[in-house]
T-cell receptor
Framework: AAGVIQSPRHLIKEKRETATLKCYPI?????VYWYQQGPGQDPQFLIS???????DKGSIPDRFSAQQFSDYHSELNMSSLELGDSALYFC???FGQGNTEAFFGQGTRLTVV | AQSVTQPDIHITVSEGASLELRCNYS??????LFWYVQSPGQGLQLLLK??????LVQGIKGFEAEFKRSQSSFNLRKPSVHWSDAAEYFC??????????????FGQGTTLQVKP
């Protein structure tokens, strides 16, 4: 069965650079969530989209932005990268909101040097 | 504010022994509750979830969890642990009601080590 696809799987960037992470949800899923997991930390909710509109916002820095496109894929744009942005970034998708089961991707490991 | 506490950061059990991972939550309304497992460098796999109904829920890989409202707990159990169960386990809570956007609040995680 198709799963949530995240690209790239690994990314190395220098401080102050920009990074774009992509998420392709499971077909027919209309809701996408982004989470950030720092080393040894639990996943922290960043932002979510339902039907291409932002549905919730968590602890996402102002340097980050995200959107969901007409084909339901989502992109997380991160600018002015800092060393502390190094983390595993997960995307999850679900059909509808309301805690129907969210399926997680394998994550993108971002390393800022 | 919503929160999830996993009191045990690290647990070591012998293969074949029983396992219980603790999870306590703080939430103003009836929560949705989840347990996820994460192998090193991997994504999060859902083990089981509680939405309503029977407070004892069965999951994949032989895991089960019991929702106890009076104790605000959702402990994960397995009667006999296998070496392949070694991983990081996360308890998570989601909101019910009209404000439910599906976002999850995760606990700090419990690292399970299995001794041969």
């Amino acid at each position: 069965a198709a799963g949530v696809i995240q690209s790239p799987r690994h990314l190395i960037k220098e401080k102050r650079e920009t990074a774009t992470l992509k998420c392709y949800p499971i077909p027919r899923h209309d809701t996408v969530y982004w989470y950030q997991q720092g080393p040894g930390q639990d996943p922290q909710f960043l932002i979510s989209f339902y039907e291409k509109m932002q549905s919730d916002k968590g602890s996402i820095p102002d340097r980050f932005s995200a959107q969901q496109f007409s084909d339901y894929h989502s992109e997380l744009n991160m600018s002015s990268l800092e060393l502390g942005d190094s983390a595993l970034y997960f995307c999850a998708s679900s059909f509808g909101q309301g805690n129907t089961e969210a399926f997680f991707g394998q994550g993108t490991r971002l390393t800022v040097v | 504010a919503q929160s999830v506490t996993q009191p045990d950061i690290h647990i070591t059990v012998s293969e074949g022994a029983s396992l219980e991972l603790r999870c306590n939550y703080s939430y103003g309304a009836t929560p949705y509750l989840f347990w996820y497992v994460q192998s090193p460098g991997q994504g999060l796999q859902l083990l089981l979830k509680y939405f309503s109904g029977d407070t004892l829920v069965q999951g994949i890989k032989g895991f089960e969890a019991e929702f106890k409202r009076s104790q605000s707990s959702f402990n994960l159990r397995k009667p006999s642990v296998h070496w392949s169960d070694a991983a990081e386990y996360f308890c998570a809570v989601g909101a019910q009601g009209s404000s439910n956007t599906g976002k999850l609040i995760f606990g700090q995680g419990t690292t399970l080590q299995v001794k041969p």
